[in-house]
């Protein structure tokens, strides 16, 4: 799997579990730059990620991602 | 079952219309989550969560100071969950000569946690029961070792047991066994709990959800009452009519120990108090062959209440059944496993409930313990009578058929009713009926043990329990009446409601004199009802016009000094 198609995949999983059709992700994107990302939602990212791509993060990743080219990273090391 | 997303996706849905409860939810470990998800599965259980959330780690001082928020919003209920993990934490911070004392402390501090709450507020508690965690200190050797965790926290789950059987407010909610169902690693994810103190992983929150909305909407007198079972292929293998008494599967024949299973299942809902009927497209001296005959058969004709076996189609046979039995469709569940079958009924009668029972027949028990589809919050011996009560119903609407006469048929059951104020013998009874009773219930107030017993020793109020005999068997406490003292002139009817067992026979009448007769010996002159309408109480609607009570606003008053005794048939048992 491409980080391409990695991206397209996790931008799905933000539009699904934000409910808003609008989010447009790039590997830059940082929480601050979506609305509805905040600590509480981005634990059913994690989740919701880790049940798409049949992987698990370890703890210190979860808290330690700056932009999502860096959850793409994670991800593509355990696929 | 919805998942966690679709629960939240609800919330934005339309609520009105819904009944409205008040919630108050405490927690050790954050809920936020499972806030959202009970508000979610309030939807599918037609019910409006209004729910207040304590923050973080706050259970006692919102409990234990009078002033708290809590208090200040008046929750109908209370959700208190300690987790097993802060347990846990709580254990090890122990000297290891206090650790066989972790259950029994926590004990009496939940039962002071909850007599505080149901002290000062009039709401129930739900509590949470602790899931397992073994901390493999001792492995297998655990369960000799007192001072083990598990030990502990197994006896703290027995502790709460006792504790809620002797506590009328006090309700559990079996988190423990949610845990046993999916497992542990589905139950609780640790990455999730080490970074945001939830102990419920998403993926079992709406389970959680699902339970405690289960014994919150049976609490407000929602649940089922009777299972209608479907025969071949369902309560034994193979088609009876083709196959014969002699190659049915029950027993050790083929699969025979699935349906023996299942049968065993009913059988201990039949005993408990869940009226089973049978549905099935067979001829009836066919059908019932197996019931009389086979030795295998664990279910026996005195088991069931209603035996429909014809070619008739099974939504009008289940409205048959509805008819004599006289219950809400929605308390019903129709087994069967015959796709067609169950679309048809599922299509014709919208509010009964039917499962989509697995294709393989061994798989029909632990599918049907994952719905809980009998969840309940009382149990009383006159429960395991009902069947009886019900056959001896389908008995006196045979003997109906022979009087056309009304009157002569009534006189000829030579009735007799005791009546008592509310006491401790009668008490649970009393709070059961409250809490089943719909159709003939003016108001539908619900009351509980605690509250049945706090207004029978209230000296504002006057209550009476009616119980009827006839001479085909005795129907048990049938009706209960709570008049409220308004003022030295009026009696208000706060409650009356009757099991609809006995409706046309009269007791109406005989409840209204007994109602007068007190109202003359202690000086009151008038006496006013109220009629609240809802969905399953139509037919009292004009209840207090028949029997002669004048419109007043919303209410309706009757003249205690122009009043006529009223005609019956029923004699007061002495």
């Known amino acids: 799997m491409t980080r391409n198609e990695i991206l397209t995949s996790v931008n799905e999983i933000f539009i699904e579990t934000m409910d808003n059709k609008d989010i447009v992700l790039e590997e830059k994107t940082q929480a601050a730059d979506v609305d509805e990302w905040d600590s509480i939602i981005h634990i059913l990212l994690v989740v919701a990620i880790e049940k798409k ?27 | ?119 000062n507020l009039d ?40 504790l809620a059987s002797k506590n009328p407010n006090l309700y559990l909610c079996d988190l423990s066994s949610i845990q046993n169902q999916v497992g542990k690693p589905v139950m609780f994810q640790p990455a999730m709990y080490i970074n945001t103190e939830m102990v419920l992983s998403i993926d079992i929150l709406p389970n959680v959800a699902a339970k405690t909305l289960d014994l919150i909407s049976t609490l407000n007198g929602k649940f089922k009452k009777c299972v209608i079972l479907d025969l071949d292929n369902t309560t034994w293998g193979g088609i009876i009519g083709d196959d014969g008494l002699e190659n049915i599967q029950i027993g050790s024949l083929g699969i025979g120990k699935a349906f023996s299973e299942f049968q065993y299942w009913v059988k201990k809902l039949k005993n408990r108090g869940i009226i089973v009927a049978i549905c099935s497209k067979n001829t009836e001296s066919v059908a019932k062959e197996p019931f009389e005959k086979h030795p295998d058969m664990v279910l026996h004709l005195e088991d069931i209440s209603v035996f429909i076996a014809n070619w008739e189609n099974k939504a009008d046979n289940i409205r048959q059944i509805q008819s004599i039995l006289n219950i809400g469709f929605d308390s019903m569940v129709f087994l069967d496993d015959n796709p067609f079958e169950r679309n048809i009924v599922r299509e014709n009668i919208p509010e009964i409930c039917v499962p989509e029972l697995p294709e393989d027949p061994a798989d029909y028990l632990e599918f049907l313990y994952g719905l809980n589809l009998f969840e309940t919050v009382s149990f009383s011996n006159e429960d395991s009578e009902r069947t009886k009560l019900y056959q001896i119903e389908a008995e006196r609407a045979k003997t109906a058929q022979k009087f056309t006469n009304e009157d ?66 005795d ?62 109480n139509p037919m009292m609607k004009d209840h207090y016009p028949n029997l002669g009570f004048d419109k007043d606003g919303t209410f309706f008053t009757l003249d205690v000094n122009h009043y006529q005794t009223k005609s019956n048939y029923i004699k007061v048992k002495n």
């Open chain 1, 53 to 79: 791509f049949n992987i698990r993060f370890a703890s210190n990743e979860i808290q330690n991602w700056k932009d999502i080219g860096e959850i793409i990273d994670s991800i593509s090391s355990k696929i």
């Open chain 2, 1 to 119: 079952m919805k998942d966690f997303l679709q629960l939240k996706k609800n919330i934005k849905k339309d609520f009105s219309g819904f009944k409205t409860i008040k919630l108050a939810v405490l927690g050790d470990t954050a809920t936020q989550f499972l806030t959202q998800a009970l508000v979610g599965q309030g939807y599918e259980h037609g019910i409006n969560l209004d729910i207040w959330e304590a923050d973080f780690n706050q259970i006692e001082r919102q409990v234990y100071d009078p002033s708290s928020e809590l208090y200040g919003f008046k929750p109908e209920y209370v959700i208190v969950f300690k987790a097993s993990h802060k347990l846990l934490g709580k254990y090890n911070k122990l000297k290891p000569d206090e650790y066989t004392m972790l259950a029994s402390n926590e004990i009496s501090s939940i039962e002071t946690i909850c007599s505080t709450i149901t002290n």
């Open chain 2, 123 to 162: 709401a129930k508690v739900i509590y949470y029961n602790y899931t397992e965690i073994d901390d493999a200190i001792f492995g297998n050797h655990a369960n000799k070792t007192e001072s083990s965790f598990l030990y502990q926290l197994r006896k703290l789950n027995f502790g709460l047991m006792e």
């Open chain 2, 408 to 473: 002569d048929f009534l006189k000829n059951l030579a009735m007799v009713s005791t009546v008592a104020p509310f006491n401790k013998f009668n008490t649970p009874r009393i709070a059961q009926l409250s809490q089943r009773s719909n159709q003939f219930n003016l108001r539908t107030v619900r009351y509980s043990e605690a509250d049945i017993e706090r207004i029978s020793k209230s000296g504002d109020y006057a209550t009476f329990s009616f119980t009827l005999e006839d001479k085909f068997g």
């Open chain 2, 475 to 536: 129907n048990g406490l049938i009706c209960a009446i709570i008049l409220q003292k308004e003022n030295e002139d009026t009696l208000f009817v706060d409650t009356w409601f009757m099991s609809c067992r006995v409706l046309k026979r009269g007791m109406e009448n005989f409840v209204l004199n007994t109602i007068v007769d007190y109202a003359k010996e202690n000086g009151f002159h008038t006496i006013k009802g109220e009629y609240i309408p809802t969905a399953k």
